[in-house]
């Protein structure tokens, strides 16, 4: 079995066996951060983001009927997608997007990957940004900012480093684009250095370096087809303190052939994992 076929309740199981192996030792090789904090980020930040997106929602109102319209065309009710996401000191908080993606699945019963269910229309909203457009409603309600760390799933949070849940320390933000446009997708790695440095250097100044930043991220057509391509499942993290997809964790010697039955596939990853981390043990 290779890794993409993993169900999403066992790449969970061995998310989780991850973190109880290696997270100790990792958070022994961070560095540590110091939040950024003055007047901007305590109280203009905050006063910018509530009239940005008070007037956005006024303006994007008729774009965003129209796409209701054609969502429940296209995929149906409802044509809302909610999901927890974490907000800044862990706070939990509901995002809500115009559904794309269709529930689609497999002769299993599982979802089929996110690629393979999304719509034309669904795509085209998403190259578009345009799907992005309800989380004004975020912003000016206080569980997001215009700009900071994408928010992410609550079932990562656990699997953070000390250094990279520290990306918690402020709202988090439509976007935190990187601060050098790459030609390659942004690993989890990069991207949550890159949310650190915000956290670090948070301001005016930064924020208008990183506004302009957006601005070439959007905008820049050979980006978007880097964008286009997802990071996968942040897993955890290596023994040298990379944060790790799925992909990535697979060349780490864990073997998915010996597990070939669901019904004792978590019990597999969990056996299969420790033998992988004690033989690196062993070699190094």
């Keep these: 079995m290779i890794a993409e076929e993993l169900t999403k309740e066992m790449r969970w199981k061995l998310a989780d066996q991850l973190a109880e192996e290696r997270l100790e030792a990792v958070n022994m090789l961070c560095e540590e951060v110091i939040p950024h904090e003055n007047i901007y980020s305590k109280y203009v930040k905050r006063i910018i983001?509530?009239?940005?997106?008070?007037?956005?929602l006024i303006v994007t109102l008729p774009i965003n009927l129209v796409i209701g319209i054609v969502t429940y065309f296209d995929v149906g009710r409802p044509i809302f997608f909610k999901q927890e996401r974490v907000g800044k000191e862990g706070k939990i908080f509901v995002l809500i997007k115009f559904r794309n993606m269709r529930n689609t699945v497999d002769e299993?019963?599982?979802?089929?990957?996110?690629?393979?269910?999304?719509?034309?229309?669904?795509?085209?909203?998403?190259?578009?940004?345009?799907?992005?457009?309800?989380?004004?409603?975020?912003i000016f309600k206080g569980d997001m900012s215009l700009l900071g760390p994408r928010p992410l799933v609550p079932e990562y949070t656990h699997r953070y480093n000390k250094r990279?849940?520290?990306?918690?320390?402020?709202r988090p933000g439509l976007e935190c684009p990187p601060r050098k446009v790459s030609d390659h997708p942004v690993t989890w790695q990069e991207q949550f250095e890159n949310d650190v440095w915000y956290v670090e250097n948070v301001g005016a100044k930064t924020d208008i370096y990183m506004m302009i930043q957006l601005v070439k991220y959007v905008f820049n057509r050979k980006n978007?087809?880097?964008?286009?391509?997802?990071?996968?499942?942040?897993?955890?993290?290596?023994?040298?303190?990379?944060?790790?997809?799925?992909?990535?964790?697979?060349?780490?010697?864990?073997n998915y052939e010996k597990i070939t039955n669901r019904a004792y596939a978590l019990e597999a990853i969990a056996a299969v994992t420790v033998e992988s981390v004690g033989s690196m043990r062993l070699s190094g």
């Design 224 to 254: 978007a087809k880097v964008r286009s391509i997802g990071r996968g499942t942040f897993m955890g993290y290596s023994w040298d303190g990379r944060a790790i997809n799925l992909v990535e964790l697979t060349k780490e010697g864990i």
């Design 108 to 138: 299993r019963g599982e979802l089929l990957p996110p690629d393979q269910r999304v719509t034309e229309f669904g795509k085209f909203v998403r190259k578009t940004s345009l799907d992005e457009l309800l989380n004004f409603w975020s």
């Design 49 to 56: 983001d509530i009239i940005v997106s008070g007037l956005a």
């Design 164 to 170: 990279h849940k520290m990306r918690l320390a402020v």
